[in-house]
């Protein structure tokens, strides 16, 4: 039998096992796998303007999370429907507003989030949802100039050379405080991360500092490929985290189908070729950081 059949027909048993269960326990309505099947529609929530993972193109959702989302919906057997919305103000919001309570002034919630930090303070605070299904792994990096910088910098060679970064971001904040400010008059201040990207192709800046995505990605969008240093930052807040998914707690059955279909997903390549076509180097999350597929 050919995969794609094989995985079809996992998908169908995990339906029919969720709704089995669900007659012995009571709970018909909290069978969402079975449901998402039948309506045909996987419903995704992502983040506006947040690329290079989702941002709004003209009325239509863009994005590597858009493509995942889509990917996943195809091996489900149903089409995606991307609703892109604005974070709140903390995380919790989001979950509140995207995953099992929805928005105040209508509008729903999804059947999955995206892009949803994966930790285990985070899921204990949130146990109306379910957060799992790891799929990549966010890095602090500094794109860089390796003919003044060297091709393993430390932070110190910006005392003589210039940084750009974006204003107000933890790079930033790291950037400030190194060494008791002894960067300051270095670095370069950025509104815009697009400003950014610019002054480093046209060499007014020997680095540029941010999160490695977003920076391979706006490189990547005015013909750069730059080479990517990530140098020991000793006292910054936080230099990686690992980006999963987000459902409602009653949903589970669905997780596990999603995880089905990340897992054919690496396996295949396509995860990987969807990071590529955004000029972003795909890092698979580690898998002894304590993170699991599902959290709560």
Not at 7 to 34: E, K
Not at 114 to 125: K, L, N
Not at 197 to 220: P, T
Not at 221 to 227: E, L, N
Request: proline share 5%; aromatic share 6%; hydrophobic share 40%.
């Amino acid at each position: 039998m050919p995969a794609n059949s094989t995985f079809r027909s996992a998908i169908r048993l995990a339906c029919a096992l969720g709704l089995a269960i669900g007659m012995l326990t009571g709970g018909a309505a909290a069978r969402p796998l079975d449901e998402v099947v039948g309506s045909g529609i996987l419903r995704v929530i992502a983040y506006l303007d947040n690329a290079p993972f989702s941002w709004d193109d003209n009325g239509t959702p863009r994005g590597i999370d858009v493509d995942i989302a889509g990917a996943v919906a195809g091996e489900l057997g149903v089409k995606p429907e991307v609703v892109l919305r604005m974070p709140g103000e903390k995380g919790d919001d989001d979950l509140r507003v995207n995953v099992w309570k929805g928005p105040l002034t209508g509008g729903g919630v999804g059947d999955l989030m995206m892009h949803v930090p994966i930790d285990r303070e985070f899921a204990a605070r949130n146990p109306e949802a379910v957060l799992g299904n790891p799929y990549f792994q966010e890095r602090i990096a500094l794109a860089i100039d390796s003919d003044r910088t060297g091709s393993d910098p430390s932070f110190d060679i910006f005392k003589k050379i210039k940084i750009g970064v974006q204003l107000g971001t933890v790079s930033d904040y790291f950037l400030m405080r190194y060494d008791d400010g002894a960067l300051i008059d270095n670095i370069v201040h950025h509104v815009r991360a697009e400003d950014g990207a610019k002054e480093f192709k046209s060499k007014d800046i020997a680095a540029l500092m941010g999160q490695r995505a977003r920076i391979e990605a706006l490189l990547h969008d005015i013909g750069v490929k730059p080479r990517i240093a990530e140098p020991k930052m000793d006292g910054i807040v936080r230099d990686q985290w690992v980006v999963g998914m987000a459902w409602k707690e009653n949903s589970r059955d669905l997780g596990y189908a999603v995880q089905a279909a990340l897992d054919k997903l690496k396996a295949n390549g396509k995860l990987a070729e969807i990071f590529r076509s955004y000029g972003v180097t795909y890092i698979e999350p580690p898998i002894d950081d304590g993170v699991s597929n599902q959290q709560n």
